[in-house]
């Protein structure tokens, strides 16, 4: 499993997390779309934006590999800002590759592109 080196493990003040420390003895959390719903939490939303934003700072517009990205998170973004960039893609794999769509974090997360992490 690929460790991003210099990524974010958790959103600043919360117990939202961003990666994982050591692979899971039985296989990949596989990653799945969930629907975010517009009744979530505020807390939920922030934990979103800042990881889009982790994203987006550290891979840009570059294809990048799974490794310790935490599944769920990942999830929440799956399939709308965060796809696969690679076919077939193995949603169970630590060495998938996906890729971040601008359009749509742009429209989703107008302050993803910033330097500094604004809500």
């Known amino acids: 499993m690929l460790k991003h080196k210099g990524f974010p493990s958790r959103l600043p003040g919360s117990d939202f997390q961003f990666t994982i420390r050591r692979d899971n003895k039985s296989g990949p959390t596989p990653i799945k779309a969930r629907e975010r719903f517009a009744d979530r939490r505020p807390a939920d939303r922030r934990a979103d934006a800042g990881f889009i934003w ?7 517009e570059e294809p990048f590999e799974r490794g310790n990205l ?26 998938a590759l996906m890729r971040i769509d601008y359009r ?16």
């Open 70 to 95: 935490d599944a769920g998170r990942l999830s929440w973004l799956f399939g709308r800002e965060v796809i696969a960039a690679e076919d077939p893609f193995d949603p169970a794999s630590y060495d």
């Open 104 to 119: 749509r974090v742009q429209a989703s997360f107008p302050n993803a592109f910033a330097e500094e992490f604004i809500e």
């Open 54 to 60: 982790a994203l987006v700072q550290h891979f840009g």
